[in-house]
């Protein structure tokens, strides 16, 4: 595909199969199919070469291979045609014009020599343009390459005519922009030729230099998968293909390795560098018992895992098959960009013949009518329309993933630019959500780890986690009774112990004390032989960067809500600690889409945050949900955004990557229509040299390209604060 409108004319030719859903991407040049049927491909394929293109199945394993020679090839023979183009086209466009300029340093035969030197140029190095719009007309089809190609065999066969029989040329009139040139030079077309088929293979070259670039960093994450694997076999190591990796197998990674799969800490510790994966600046220690995720590098130590996600179940897998999916997804600016493609070409064509036959019937000579029509049907070229939206949101989304920051699709960013009010859940967002006991009493802690190792209450972990640090063991436990909601009554060595709230201290005959709370933190009472022997507080700690994540959020004119189902007390206490004025508390999980909905029907544009586990079906009614994940279960949140960075501040990150990216379509978007807009009535009242048409049309396609490349540098400019 040379261009929007191929990939437009790919899309119905595969849609109009039964039963058949298609979505044609020009950017990443991959169609991506939905139907049934065992003979999917073979339809789907054949539909692609009766379109006049070829396709074939992508093999995950060889795709980026495959893509990637195709690309060097591809870049390679633009490469030697623009090299030889030029070579040529420069010494003729200098000599054409001086000795149309300078009657008296003509020689005989000057135009026939200007003539053979300019054949190379508007055949072979232009081949790629008649090849595609032979290809074109022959399933009745216009494209981009369709213009080009005209305004190429036009100029070159006016100039031939011109040269040829001297009788056809008209007299009078000067060039347009070389107004000291007489129009009755009819080599100069010549410089028109060669200098369109330079400047659109120079803008067709850099432009898939450039969209290769955008597609390594969309495919960054792809490729940081290792190849091999060191696993354990019948007691002996033994390195084998990453994909044979079986769940549960044990693996390990040497210092300076990547971790070929997500797997869990046996043996060992080191400072795992996850940048590359989840954008982390810093390593993160890990020892036995934590996890690691495949793609990551072990820096300084040698780790020994148990292998629990393989393949496309990894954590890397689906950030790269999430990323991948967004491109499916196109916005409704992009539904209308695509519709105007259709129907633009042909309209240009009619266009520069209507200007031509205007010209021609206002009595201008025939030369400047020609020019005139060339120059129309040069500068309209609708490339920069085409590229606009895919090669800002390839760029933007490679840029994300490797950032931690997983953009689904256009959704995402149109909701970005809109939202005033983000909603923030607590537990397991703002907070670790693991318990941490506070404030306990050494003498009680032996009594209170003995009740709870007995118990699966969160709370109970908490104890157990402290006990163990602390280096205390539980003691046996007998008449042990779990009351739900309330907490747990046992005999520990002979002494009846109670550990739980109020109502089961009451309920036991141990006096009530005054509160539950204490700050951010919920008090548990513990009760022996009927006494109130003391209390202990559980907290779940905020996490470290959750400050300045809401600060940045602040910046960014956001309005920030804390939304828990904690008592209003706990709740109250950590929205003042972070700065948080808007508190709804005391929300049952089932409840929290409600408040979403009912911030929205006061005319808030709200995000939302959770950390997508009872959090699904308020992110799914937000305008925009981000969803936190600290597992490997991505592909299956209800959210628009997935953030796998551990540092909050991947929130408002986020955030400004999709307001940004959107920002780079909606200014490509604006320059690709005000450039044919502004241009296009410029070149048809004849102020245009189509020369100036042509070089006009290629910068306009590539100012579109690299203002999308400049997504690449998203975070890494300093901050403006």
């Known amino acids: 595909m040379t261009c929007a409108a191929c990939a437009n004319r790919v899309e119905r030719a595969l849609n109009k199969l039964d039963g058949v859903t298609a979505s044609v991407n020009y950017a990443t040049e991959r169609a991506i199919i939905t139907g049934a049927g065992p003979d999917l491909a073979a339809r789907a394929t054949s539909a692609v070469d009766k379109a006049g293109y070829d396709a074939t199945v992508r093999d995950p394993e060889s795709a980026d291979e495959l893509a990637e020679q195709l690309t060097i090839k591809r870049v390679t023979a633009l490469r030697r045609r623009l090299i030889v183009a030029i070579l040529l086209a420069i010494p003729l466009m200098d000599a054409t014009i001086v000795l149309a300029a300078v009657p008296s340093l003509r020689f005989p035969g000057w135009e026939i020599v200007s003539l053979v030197v300019a054949l190379p140029v508007v055949t072979w190095a232009a081949y790629p343009f008649h090849r595609a719009t032979i290809r074109n007309l022959r399933h009745r089809a216009v494209s981009m390459d369709t213009l080009v190609s005209l305004g190429i065999i036009v100029s070159f066969g006016w100039a031939a005519v011109s040269v040829l029989l001297p009788g056809a040329s008209n007299t009078g009139g000067h060039w347009p922009g070389l107004s000291s040139i007489p129009l009755d030079t009819g080599a100069l077309y010549l410089d028109v030729a060669a200098g369109m088929t330079v400047f659109q293979l120079a803008g067709r070259y850099f432009e898939t230099r450039s969209r290769r670039r955008a597609a390594d960093v969309f495919g960054a994450l792809s490729r940081l998968a290792t190849p091999t694997a060191r696993v354990l076999r019948d007691g002996a190591e033994a390195d084998v293909p990453t994909g044979q990796v079986v769940k549960g197998e044990v693996v390990i990674v040497k210092a300076g390795e990547i971790v070929p799969v997500d797997g869990t800490v046996l043996e060992g510790a080191a400072a795992v560098d996850t940048s590359v994966v989840t954008g982390e600046p810093l390593p993160r220690s890990v020892r036995a018992g934590d996890s690691v995720i495949g793609g990551t590098i072990s820096t300084d130590g040698r780790l020994v895992l148990t292998a629990t996600a393989v393949g496309a179940h990894t954590q890397l897998a689906q950030m790269a098959a999430v990323a991948e999916q967004a491109q499916e997804r196109k916005a409704r600016i992009q539904h209308t960009v695509d519709r105007i493609i259709v129907w633009f070409v042909p309209a ?160 036991e005959g141990v006096p009530a004390p005054v509160a539950e709370e204490r700050g951010a933190g919920s008090v548990v009472f513990v009760g022996v032989d009927g006494r109130l022997a003391g209390s202990f507080v559980v907290a779940d700690r905020l996490r470290p960067t959750a400050g300045a994540a809401v600060e940045m959020l602040r910046r960014q004119g956001l309005r920030t809500v804390l939304l828990t189902g904690d008592s209003e007390v706990v709740a109250r206490t950590v929205a003042a600690e972070l700065g948080i004025e808007d508190v709804q508390a005391e929300v049952l999980p089932a409840d929290k889409a409600a408040v979403i909905e009912r911030l929205r029907a006061d005319g808030h544009r709200v995000a939302m945050v959770g950390d997508g586990i009872n959090d699904a079906a308020a992110l799914a009614t937000a305008d925009l949900g981000l969803a936190v994940v600290s597992g490997t279960d991505i592909a299956l949140k209800s959210a628009d955004i997935i953030l796998v960075r551990e540092d909050l501040r991947v929130i408002p990150d986020a955030i400004a990557l999709a307001r940004r990216t959107r920002q780079t379509i909606h200014r490509n978007l604006i320059w690709a229509f005000g450039y044919n807009v502004a241009a296009v009535p410029i070149a048809a009242a004849g102020l245009l040299n189509p020369l100036i048409a042509a070089a006009a049309m290629s910068l306009s396609s590539l100012f579109v390209t690299y203002n999308s490349l400049r997504l690449r540098d998203f975070g890494t400019e300093p901050d403006p604060e």
Request: charge should be negative; hydrophobic fraction near 45%.
């Open 348 to 507: 240009v064509i009619a266009l520069a013949i209507a200007v031509t036959v205007g010209w021609i019937v206002s009595g201008a000579p025939f030369q400047q009518a020609m020019g005139t029509g060339i120059s129309v049907l040069v500068i309209a070229c609708p490339c920069a329309l085409g590229l606009a939206t895919p090669t800002a949101l390839m760029v933007g989304i490679g840029r994300g993933a490797t950032l931690g920051i997983l953009i689904k699709g256009q959704d995402a960013l149109e909701a970005s630019g809109v939202i005033d009010t983000i909603v923030l859940d607590k537990t397991g967002t703002l907070t670790t959500g693991e318990l941490v006991v506070e404030h306990i009493d050494p003498d009680l802690l032996p009594y209170v780890v003995s009740i709870e190792h007995n118990s699966e209450h969160p709370i109970a972990r908490a104890v157990e986690r402290r006990a163990t640090a602390d280096g205390v063991s539980p003691h046996p436990v007998t008449a042990f009774e779990v009351r739900p909601g309330q907490g747990a009554v046992g005999v520990v060595e002979g002494h009846r112990v109670v550990v739980g709230n109020a109502t089961l201290l009451e309920s």
